[in-house]
Every structure is written in C-alpha cells, then in structure tokens.
C-alpha cells in the first residue's frame, strides 16, 4: 500500500527565512511521482512543484524546490526566502501507476512578520 | 485560467435532500477523474475514481450508494450526495490528470457542502 507521510502538523518561521517541509513515502511501484500542493484558506490546490522517481536531478520551482533522496524515501519541500503569503497549509502527496494521487497530513505553515 | 472547474463552489442543502457536484476538464479529455472530500483542518481522502463510460470504482469505506458518480462525457463527471445528513457536510474537490506519470494533475476550485 501507498503511504505520506507528514510528521510536521504545524510550522512557525520568521518572514526571510528558509523552511523545509518533510515529507517521507512508501511505495512499492517502481515509478511514481511526488507533488508538492499549497492550500490557502480559500480551499484551491495549488500545484507548487512535481519530482518524477526516475528524475536524476531534485525539482526547482522559483522559491521551491524538493529535496529528493530516494533511498531515504523522501521529498522535503525547501521554500527560500519566505513571505507572508506563504502562510498556509502544505500537502505531500504520489502518484503511483495507478494513477491515483494520495495524499499526507499536511503541514500548516505560518510566516511570522 | 481554470483547466478543471467545479461548480457550485458552494452548497447549503437541507437533510433528505439530493446534491449534485459536476466536475469539468475544460480543455482537454478525461477519461478518469477523482473525487476526494476533506473535512476541516484534515487532509484530501480520495473517495472514488470517476471512469468515462463505466462503473465508478470507490475506496475502502465509501458508501457508492450515498455518493453516485456518473462520468457520462469526456469532460464532465458528477457526483451526487444523496439523501444528505448533516455528517455529509464537508469540502469536496475533484481532480483530472491529463497525462500519465507526470506533472499535469489539475484540480477544481471545491465543493463546500453544508447540509443543514
């Protein structure tokens, strides 16, 4: 079976700062994705960054980028330089070779000014 | 702009009664969409994969008599609540993918339920 996990229920860190969002699976389907999604308060999914099992290189996205470390199983999201509307809830989730897309806990993340 | 839309964005229905949710790809076809609920302050729980010209196929748990999926085009799925409680009260988003085994999963802006 499929599992994220998100140990992180909440996060405080101060405006400027760089924050990693951790993120750990398990799958046993040889190729799969791994997403990053941001939820703001208004409910929308917004996709913030995507990193394919067989990509050679970790993901970048402007600010975002996902630290993937394959034998450790995981795929922490790092945002540099943080900004107030970053102040939001931050879901892991894969994509297996079922296609479903499954997701974490989520981790709520307040930008301190 | 929007790639998958949702409508309506929000609901406030009265228990016993019937809710229809639709879920539209707007420019490209679906042959599968998902439908996930999520309660407040909780994460997305996939509830059912919506297949184009066939049988819904639900996750563990999910009463597919209580919630009805019809996937009658290749652009539009539905999802009906029916005889609503006030339990069923939650958000409800849906997804469609593109592609396969990459980047291009778009999601509706939700459904947000309130049966009173």
């Known amino acids: 079976a499929q599992k994220i996990t998100q140990t992180q229920p909440g996060m405080f860190v101060q405006e400027k700062e760089a924050v990693t969002l951790d993120c750990t699976y398990d799958?046993?389907?040889?190729?799969?994705?791994l997403f990053w999604y941001k939820q703001p308060s208004s409910g929308e999914m917004i996709f913030l960054i995507y990193?394919?099992?067989?990509?050679?290189q970790n993901a970048t996205e402007g600010r975002y980028s996902l630290n993937f470390q394959k034998a450790r199983k995981s795929a922490n999201l790092v945002i540099s330089a943080s900004q107030l509307g970053d102040s939001a809830m931050y879901f892991c989730?894969?994509?297996?070779?079922?296609?479903?897309?499954?997701f974490g806990k989520g981790t709520r993340l307040h930008i301190l000014p | 702009g929007a790639v998958v839309s949702q409508h309506p964005s929000w609901v406030i229905c009265k228990s016993g009664t019937s809710v229809k949710i639709e879920c539209r790809s707007l420019?490209?076809?679906?042959?599968?969409m998902f439908w996930y609920r999520q309660f407040p302050k909780q994460s997305l729980m996939l509830m059912a994969t919506?297949?184009?010209?066939?049988?819904?196929?639900?996750e563990q748990g999910v009463e597919k008599d209580k919630f009805l999926i019809n996937h009658a085009s290749l652009t539009l799925s539905t999802l009906t609540v029916t005889s609503a409680h006030p339990e069923d009260s939650s958000f409800y988003i849906c997804?469609?993918?593109?592609?396969?085994?990459?980047?291009?999963?778009?999601f509706g802006q939700g459904t947000r339920l309130t049966v009173v």
């Open positions: 420019d490209f076809q679906a042959t599968t």
């Open positions: 997804s469609a993918h593109r592609g396969r085994m990459n980047t291009e999963a778009f």
């Open positions: 919506s297949n184009e010209g066939s049988k819904a196929t639900y």
């Open positions: 989730a894969m994509r297996g070779e079922d296609d479903k897309i499954i």
């Open positions: 990193q394919g099992s067989y990509d050679q």
């Open positions: 799958t046993s389907d040889p190729s799969y994705g």
